[in-house]
């Protein structure tokens, strides 16, 4: 399909702000967001119709959506403080090994199809940084914040975050060309929204908005980013292949700089930009 370029930058463009205005007003309204993500589980039915095919997208469906279905429960428990045992129930910690595990497993599911795929570096990224991902000892590194409508706070660094969103993209490009565009979109929208709001810590939680917004929207209208923004031709296997060395480079020094941080006691200090001692 031969795309005008003016039709890329407009498209990417006006689906790029479109994100960023759902981030802040699921952000601002947590009772519609824990309501709407609920009724989106039920859209599975439209899903059949060939919006969602294999086990990777149907996987990647279900694991985007179902915690934002499960977390609107937990805002709601945090910000409206509702009595009851369910309630009590969500406000336990459990609730930060769960934000936790859904970023793992998130992170493991790409890195596996990166490696059926054959691109083993970009594999190899993927797995540094569920290593590197800041443990949920406690609530630390993980938690809910109330000042932020009881927005999830992940305390990665600034750095795991690009690393994140170079490797996902690269992830994208060899596993589904066709959909780059749309997804320089939402990693794009859950770098900025963080800087805009200046607290990085949001970056998880946009994330996690984008891409359960995204999949939404492929799986019930499967042809929508194909017609306006393919990017299929954009396909280059060796661009894939040292993008994929590249990540896997760049990965290496960042994980043994995790690793010392922890070892020598800084990473409340270093990850969390000294919040953690602060508060």
Not at 35 to 59: D, E, H, K, N
């Amino acid at each position: 399909m031969n795309i005008p370029v003016w039709h890329y930058v407009v498209s990417m463009f006006v689906y790029f702000i479109f994100l960023l205005v759902m981030i802040e007003f699921m952000k601002e309204h947590y009772k519609f967001s824990a309501v709407f993500w609920v009724a989106a589980l039920f859209t599975f039915p439209i899903w059949l119709m060939g919006g969602v095919t294999g086990w990777f997208r149907w996987a990647k469906t279900f694991s985007a959506i179902l915690p934002l279905a499960i977390g609107g429960f937990f805002r709601l428990a945090n910000q409206e403080q509702y009595q009851g045992k369910f309630w009590d129930f969500m406000r336990k910690d459990w609730i930060v090994w769960f934000v936790y595990c859904v970023l793992f497993l998130n992170i493991v599911e790409a890195t596996l199809k990166d490696v059926v795929l054959g691109n083993y570096a970009n594999a190899l990224c993927g797995l540094l940084l569920c290593v590197t991902i800041p443990f949920p000892n406690g609530r630390k590194f993980f938690k809910l914040s109330s000042e932020d409508k009881s927005m999830y706070i992940a305390y990665t660094t600034a750095a795991w975050n690009f690393l994140y969103t170079t490797w996902n993209l690269c992830f994208v490009y060899g596993e589904t060309g066709k959909y780059f565009a749309s997804s320089i979109c939402i990693l794009m929208a859950a770098e900025i929204y963080p800087i805009i709001k200046r607290k990085p810590e949001l970056y998880i939680s946009a994330r996690i908005y984008t891409l359960s917004a995204h999949v939404l929207i492929r799986a019930c209208f499967p042809n929508l980013f194909p017609a306006v923004m393919d990017a299929s031709t954009w396909m280059n296997q060796d661009v894939l292949y040292v993008w994929g060395i590249v990540n896997a480079i760049l990965i290496i020094p960042y994980t043994f700089w995790y690793i010392w941080q922890l070892h020598t006691g800084r990473a409340e200090q270093s990850f969390s930009r000294g919040k953690i001692k602060a508060m």
